[in-house]
Structures are given as structure tokens and as C-alpha cells.
């Protein structure tokens, strides 16, 4: 007794065996975590050092070059890139993708400290930290006042704020951006000093020797012990005020008389505002096993607690959720399950006509889907829209195995058997169908689910997902269905409503027409065949043309401005160009609020020359993300800005669904020894690629437009006066570099004390005359005597990649999709690019000129693995071909249809780019009405859809072929075979890729929160099954046709695995 009969005879356990699974699921479900997307744990480790003062080039020479060149030696490492820039060195280590994030990153640190003593002594310890895909901000809480400055709310916010929100459940860490930490600020007056014959040494050996505090031991006595406290450590800017740096003729001289000292910021550069007034925010970052969305809420909440407690003037805003996108994009996915369920039903109705017969393969749904809840909890996987996704497209395919099932059960109770005889007969004839369309099904997501790139990491949740819900789906078809077909259904009944016999009439109308032109196929296989060949030409030919890129950008309600000003800019420079852009902003009616920063410091000295804003959009309005951010479009905020803030350059960005915060898509790579032809090569390619007009704003990272004053120290001079190069270099270090000499506690906490000139006694090279140092004799002399000075350009930041000195070049696709840029960009390099540069991509760019090896190696395994699968099922190394034949048809109804609607979504964006009556009024009217459609290129998403119809399309071939085979082995011939194949098998046929289709409609519409993503997978898989189902009833009896004429027929009975 096999499974499907022991359930048929045991109804009762067969139901408690499905519910079982469907409880697991329903408890696995409870214990899920949110996220936007499967947990992706790219090995990659930062290691971030800040030296104070010091330029790009002393940066690479002393910090970077030396740590790069010990961690090189650590194996597994596939990308070393690094950047040396004003006083911070930052090192990006990506190993390979087998290799653990956690045992790279001590490795990393095991290097570091090894090559620790070889690093200037004045360095801040190197950070090293794991880029962890969870370790991004959930959402931004930006703290503004009218009244208060950026130090007085960075205050309150660590002090009243910070520290609440970190304990939350949930919450992994508080992050802050634009703050101004608190410092003790000597502002020193060299006027003064070089009158009292004090020196910048002076100030730092005072400080090292008067701001102590050590351990001072204990007094033991007879009966009790007390420990001593020695307060050494000074806390108020009085107590430094007083201290007495020298006597002059029995005078002191105390540090009041020599400078200013005050509680000041520590970094003066940053600027941050919310929607114009002064803010500072705070990024919270969730725990790994987190639920994202609840974490949000939790912050929401306690911040509602909050808010009393501060000042009546203090305003608490949320520039950024992505909570918010991640709960409606999941939401949406949840109405588009339950959607498909409900239209996957009513189809199933209209075919069989029949509550009963109905309520059979709808039970399959719901088990199905909550089962597989189980399964992604056991895998430790998450409710994330990729993993919803695989759930929506399991909607019309796990019912699949149960209506094959019920429709050859109901067809012998139709001849006139009991459902009881009709089910034990129909489990033998359609176990093995069933067996092989799940077979083929799962398999051809084993290469996905074993690819190691990017495509595998991100969809291997979707893949196993996907697969699980269908291996459920024919369990429950083997056990459940035959149980309640047997048990549930009626015998044949002569009465009919009205409905059912009109579906009936139309069905037998279909059934003759079909039966009339397969015959016609049968007897001309040649003529339909050649038909297939000319598709996979024009298959060929879509894949040539269709653009390519990465990933769709999708509106998440945010858009993201970076303002870069000229190298050497101040900071006062670059917000004149930024509060044009809030300005800009400001005026369009979908901008809810903006949180605008310059020099945004994440652990390290932010830019002065580089400004950004985090624009948030109101949830209703009238223009997407996608329409305000295209450059180029009439009415884009995004081409205001670039035509109006003239001397500085304006990037677009919206959040990336897949990796880190925000960057360029499109980033080129040059590398050459030659410093000289790497500049002018980078400045050719930058030109070339604004000529050609298909990037936005083109720049290259490499450029020698940074203003330095270069000092060249007369080494004789200073040696005959006893003066070192260090005296020179540490005068320098602190007056202009602003060296942390000390630290104080402030209220609780410990931040430094730094010695520095005004900011406006740095303004002009001249004030190099008022800085002195001290000769072996005792007395001062100015460093103008001691150096010659000139000015000329510098490198703002020096950049390694694979160690070697790199220059960049980077821009946004304007006009053209990432993969069409990077044709244009090759293109070009071919014709300019010298022998000795070499050109690599990087980023998105990277990822998607690699992953065009990947998808083919995805795709060529997946048909080997189902040919495989196959070939086994039917012991045949032939009707494999036969079965996978529909595969180009489906493939080129996939291209087609993403063709077709990009196609009309390139007429409908025309208005956009061209001025008001340039068009005529009949196109004008006619590309007005067109919809906009979005991301209709090839892509991630429309790539798993093509792999997913792998699967799919040989449903159809194998119900074909399986019962073609029953018929042969009783010695009927091929043609007669397959006549009768077509004739029995064309209503589950059609019935199963209906259901398909309908449950994917929603998907392919591609409405609500995050639709860019979703729907190109769904246009691909609905294209290619409407192709695939029709051509499928005509290829596969022909190409069955003409191999039975090549090879000789066994005339053994196929084995029955059921």
C-alpha cells in the first residue's frame, strides 16, 4: 500500500498529518522577524583611523600605506580598497564570500596591532568594525530648535535621548549624525604668547603635567583603611584659566593671559538642520534577530514619552523609517497573497463548477502556506518581502499538484466510478506527473540556492522558500486531496445548473478546436518546429536590446541630495549651496520635511566640501520618488537643482534596496602606476563620458584642485638655532591641526581638551608669522624664518584599490540604464585608454557586470539540473528534449512582454524631456495617457522570474508526455497518443497555468509600496506562461511526433515510481 492509498483509506489521519504541519507553521509564524530583506552578511571589515592635522598624503604615507601592506597578507581577502584623506584614514577589507565575517575581522585586528608601533604615536586607536547588513539605520530621529545651537541639542540628545532608546528591545545601538560633541576648547592667542615667550610646547607640556589624576594608593589603620583620591583632573574652564604656565620676573603667567578657554565643539565643521533650524540626529540601529518593525514602534513610543521632558522649544521629528516602507511593502504583499487566493479560487470554480470539487484543491493553498511558515523558521530565515514574495507566485502553484489530482479523479467519477474507486485508480495514473512536476519544479532552484555572489545571498531566502512551498504542496496533494476526494466528493449526478452547463459547452467548444488544429500539428511537425526556431532567434534578439541593470530603483518615500562644492571649500561655503537646495526643496508640495548636513561625521571627520540632505515625502502626493529624482525631466526637483546652484555639483539618490547607505551606481575604476597619466586619463574618461551625455554630472575622485600651502623647512638654519624639524612640525600640529592634548570629564562623561588657534587667526598664510618656537639658547623664532612657503594644489584624498593608487570616476545613468552605461563606458575606454591604465568597475556597476556571468551560469545549471530530474523520472534520455521544448517559447513571451511595456513606458516619460508644444498635439495626447511603467529592463528580479518559469513551463510538457507514454506502452501509436494526451490532459492544463497566471496578476500590476521591485518578476513569469501554455499544446505533441519517427518506441511500460 503506497501513501496516496493509505491516506484514501485513512482519511482522518491523512487530515491530522496536514494539520499538523499547518499548526507548526502557525507557531513558526508568531516567532518570525521583519525585515525589508533576507539577512545578507557580506564578509566585509573597515578599519578607520583619524590623524589629527595631518593632510592626504602624510595619511597614506604613515597610517594607510603601512597597515594596507600588512593586512594584504591576510588570506581570503578578494577586494582591498582604501581612501586617505584630511585627517582620516579609512581601509575596506571584502574577503571572499565563504569566509566568516567574525574570524576576518580579528584577523584584521590580530594585523593592526602587530604594525600599531610602526603608526605616528599621535593617531587615534584604529576602529575596526564589521560592515554588517543589520547594522544600518532602521530610522533617523533629528532633535532642532530655533534657539538652541548644534552643541546645546548634541547635549540633550546624548544625555536625555541616546541613552533611552538604547535600551529598548530591540535596539542595537544609537548612532549619531551632525552631532558637535562637547570639548574643552584653548583658543591661543600667539600674539600673546609669543610676547611672554610662550610656545606651543609650553601649552602641551602644562597640560601633560598639570591635568593628572593616577592612582595615590590607601591609608591603612588599626581599624579602617582609607583610599586616597588625589583630584589632579581638571573639569572647568576656570580651573584651566588659572593654571601657571611660567614666571616672568616673579610674575605668574597664567593660561588666561595666553588664550581663551571654553566648553566649545570638538569639531567645528559640522553643520546640521531640520527643515532650516539647527538639529543634530540619531540613527537607531536594530539588533541582528530583530524585528524592524517593531523596534520602530518602540522608538516611536518612547519618544512620546520624551518629548515632555524637554523644553517647550525642542521639536522631535522622523526625517527617515524605513520601517515604514518595509511595513507597507509588506502589507502590500499580504493583500497580494490574500488577493491571489481569492482570484485562484474563483478560477478553480469556474472549471469544475463545483463547491465540493473546489473546496479540495483551495484547502491545498492555506496548508501549503502555513506550513512553510515552519520551514522558514527552522531555517532561521525571516518574514521579509523576498520570502512573501515566493509565497504570493507558491499561491498559484502549490494548488497546481491538487488540481491535477482532483480534475483525473473527477473525469473517472464523470465515466461513472465511485469516488472511492475513482481516487485509488487516479493516484496510480497521476502520482508519477505529480512526482515529476514537483521534481522539476524544486530542482531548478538548487543553483540559486547554492550560488555564492550577490544573486545567491540575496534570493537564496526566495529560492528555498519557494521550493519548500511546492515539495508541501505535492505532499499535501498525495495525502490530502485523494483523502477528501474519496471521502468528500459525490458520485456522477444528472443535474446541472445553468452555469455549468454553459461552461461545459464552451469547454467542449475550446476541447474540438484544439483537437481540429493538433491535428494539423501532428501532421505537419516540421512547419511548427521551424515556427520555434524563428522564436528563439527573436529571443536572442529581445535579450540583445532589452536594457540591463542591477537592481530597480524603488520610491521608499525618500530622496537623497549630496551637494559636493570645490575642494578647499569651508564649510560656510558649502551651506550657501545647501540652503539653495532647501530652498529648491521647500517649494514643491510632496516635501514633508528635509534634514540637511555638512561634514555628517559616522566615526570619523566629516568633509567640508560635501553636503547632504534627506528629503522625506509626504505618503499621498502626485508625483513618485522615481519622477522627482530623474534628472534631465521637466518638473523634477532634481533638474532644478542642477540647473540652478551654479559652482557646485548636485547627485540624486534614493535609498538602495541592496547595499550600503548610498553611492553612485555607476563607478569606473582606473589604476596605473604612472600618478601622471592616471590624472590625465581620469580627466579624458570624465570628459569623453559628459560629452556622450549618458551620466549625470560625471566627476573623477582624482584631481590635484585642492589648494596646500607647502613648507619646506631650511634644515641648517634650524639646526644652527637648535631647532628640530619635530619642534617645527608639533608647533604646527597644534596651533593650526588642533592636536587632542588631554581629556576632562563633563558632566559624567570623558571628551577631550584641545589647544588651537582662532578660526580667525587661520584664515590667510600670513599668520604663519605669529607662530614661534623656541631655540636651544632659550629664546623664540618665528617659523617664517625658518621655512620658505608656496602655495599649490593638493589631493583631497588619495584612493588604493588592490593597493595600487586608483582614480575613479562616477556619475548617476541619465537617460539609460546602468547596464547600457557601462556598454557606452566600454566602449569608449577602447578607443582612449592607454596600454598601461587598467579599467575595473566597482559598486552596483561591479555587481552587475559580474553578475552577467552568474545568471548564465544559473540558468545553464538549472536546465541541466531539471534535464537531470527528468531523464530520471522517465528513463529516458530523449523525452527530457521533448518536455523542455517550451522553454525558449516561455522565454520569449517573458522578453516580449518586459519589452513592450518599457517600450510604452519610454513614450510615456517623453513629455517629460522635451518643452510644453514641441510635440504634436495627437502624440502629446496619445503619450499623456500612456501609463508610467517602471523598471521594465532585466534585472535581478525579472532574472529570477525567468529561472522561475524553468520550472513552471514543464508542468504542462509533462502531463503531456506522461500520459503519452501510459497510452505507447500499451501499443498505441504516437499520433494517437498524443491526440488523446491532448484531449485528456488540455483541462488541468489549462486550469494549472490559469491559476498560475491569475495568482501572479497582482504581482505584474505591481501597485503599492515597493511595486518597482515586484513587478518585473511578475510581468516575466506572466509572459512567458501565456506564451509557453499556448505553443506547449502544439510544440510538444509535434517535436513528440517527429522524435518517435527518428528513434524506435520502447515498447517496455515506463517505471511507476508512485
Known sequence: MNLPEFCIRRPIAAVMFNLALAVIGIVGLSRLPVRELPDIDPPVVSVTTIYPGANAELVEADVTEPMEQEINNIPGIKILRSESREQVSAITVEFDLNRNVDVGAQDVRDRISRV?????????????????????????????????????????????????????????????????????????????????????????????????????GKIEGQNRSLSILARG????????????????AGSPIRLRDVATIEIGPEVE???????????????????????????????????????????SDIRIDIPYDSSLYVEAAIEEVGFTLGLSFVLVVLLIYFFLHNVRATLIPSSAIPLSILATFGLIYFLNYSINI???????????????????????????????MSPFEASILSMKEI???????????????????????????????????????????????????????????????????????????????????????LGFALRSPRLLLGLGAGTLALTILLYRVIPQEFLPDEDKGTIIAVIVTPEGSTPESTDRYLRQAEKIASEYPEVQSFFSAIALSRGAPGQANLGIMFIRLKKDRDRTALQLARPGARGSMFTRMISEIQGAVVIPFLPKAVGRGFGESFQLILQSSNLALLEKTAKQMRDEIADAGFLSQPRTNFNYEKPQLSLKIDRDRAANLGVSVRDISEALQILLGGLDISRFNYEGKQYDVIAQLKRTDRLVPDELQSIYVRTQSGQLVPIRNLVTTSEQGSVNSIFHFLRQRSASVTGQPQGVTLGQAIEKTQEIARRILPPEVTLEFDGEARELVSGRGEAWQIIFLALLIVYMALAAQFESLVHPFTIMIALPMAVFGALLLIFSLGFINQLAVIPQYVPPGTLPAPLAWLFGVMPEIPSMNLNLYSLIGLVLLLGLVTKNSILLVEFANQRRALGISAVEAMRQAGAVRLRPILMTALSTIIGIIPIALGLGAGAESRRPLGVAVVGGMLTSTFLTLYLVPAFYVMIDRLIPARTTKPANLS
Open 386 to 416: 523576498l520570502t512573501l514574495l515566493a509565497l504570493v507566485l507558491a499561491i498559484g502553484i502549490v494548488v497546481d499538484d491538487a488540481i491535477v489530482v482532483l480534475e483525473n479523479i473527477m473525469r473517472h467519477i464523470e465515466e461513472g
Open 233 to 248: 583632573r581638571m573639569d572647568q574652564p576656570e580651573q584651566y584659566a588659572d593654571l601657571i604656565v611660567r614666571e616672568d
Open 431 to 517: 502520482t508519477g506527473a505529480v512526482l515529476a512536476i514537483t521534481a522539476s519544479l524544486i530542482v531548478v532552484f538548487l543553483p540559486i540556492a547554492f550560488q555564492s555572489g550577490t544573486t545567491g545571498i540575496l534570493f537564496r531566502e526566495f529560492a528555498i522558500t519557494l521550493a519548500g512551498a511546492v515539495a508541501i504542496s505535492a505532499f499535501v496533494a498525495l495525502t490530502l486531496s485523494p483523502a477528501l476526494g474519496a471521502n468528500f466528493l459525490r458520485p456522477k449526478s444528472d443535474k446541472n445548473t445553468a452555469f455549468s452547463r454553459w461552461v461545459e459547452r464552451g469547454f467542449h467548444r475550446l476541447s474540438a478546436s484544439y483537437a481540429a488544429s
Open 116 to 216: 600599531r608601533d610602526k603608526l605616528p604615536d599621535d593617531i587615534k586607536e584604529p576602529v575596526v568594525a564589521k560592515q554588517d547588513a543589520d547594522a544600518q539605520e532602521v530610522m533617523w530621529v533629528a532633535l532642532s530648535s530655533p534657539s538652541r545651537s548644534t552643541l546645546e541639542l548634541s547635549n540633550l540628545a546624548e544625555r536625555q535621548i541616546k541613552d533611552r532608546l538604547q535600551i529598548l528591545p530591540g535596539v542595537g545601538g544609537v548612532n549619531f549624525g551632525g552631532e558637535k560633541r562637547p570639548s574643552m576648547r584653548i583658543w591661543l592667542d600667539t600674539t600673546k604668547m609669543s610676547s611672554r615667550q610662550i610656545t606651543a610646547a609650553d601649552i602641551r607640556k602644562l597640560l601633560d603635567r598639570e591635568n593628572v589624576e593616577l592612582p595615590s
Open 269 to 311: 565643521d559640522t553643520i546640521a538642520r531640520f527643515s532650516g533650524e539647527p538639529a543634530v540626529g540619531l540613527g537607531v540601529v536594530k539588533q541582528s534577530d530583530a524585528n524592524a518593525v517593531d523596534v520602530a514602534r518602540a522608538v516611536r513610543r518612547e519618544l512620546e514619552k520624551i518629548k515632555p521632558t524637554l523644553p
